[in-house]
């Protein structure tokens, strides 16, 4: 089992930053992938930002640029900086965290983020 536990969400105005996090524990497998998604009202859940557990990174284009994920390993914490956030941002966030053996897919449940214009 691996429980994951978002933080940070919360009301800003268009341009300012935001930072999110996501507490891991659990059997986390040493290759993995762990991501944010968003799902904003009436929309489909999509990919926003993935990081794999060798460094690597990927980032939806309507992010690039402006959102960053990081991990700490010592505090067990996936963030994702959002910087000169847009109305269009608004949703909630989930973080997401896979095996590279595709064994375990978990998810958790979410943070919103609203942005005003």
């Known amino acids: 089992q691996v429980q994951l536990v978002e933080s940070g969400g919360g009301l800003v105005q268009a341009g300012e930053s935001l930072r999110l996090s996501c507490a891991f524990s659990?059997?986390?497998?040493?290759?993995?992938?762990m991501g944010w998604y968003r799902q904003a009202p009436g929309k489909q859940r999509e990919l926003v930002a993935t990081?794999?557990?060798?460094?690597?990174?990927n980032y939806a284009d309507s992010v690039r640029g402006r959102f960053t994920i990081s991990k700490d390993n010592a505090k067990n914490t996936v963030y994702l900086q959002m910087n000169s956030l847009k109305p269009e941002d608004t949703a909630v966030y989930y973080c997401?965290?896979?095996?590279?053996?595709?064994?375990?897919?978990?998810w958790g449940k979410g943070t919103l983020v609203t942005v005003s214009s």
């Open positions: 997401r965290y896979i095996n590279t053996r595709a064994t375990q897919d978990y």
């Open positions: 990081r794999t557990s060798g460094g690597s990174t």
């Open positions: 659990g059997s986390i497998f040493s290759g993995n992938i």
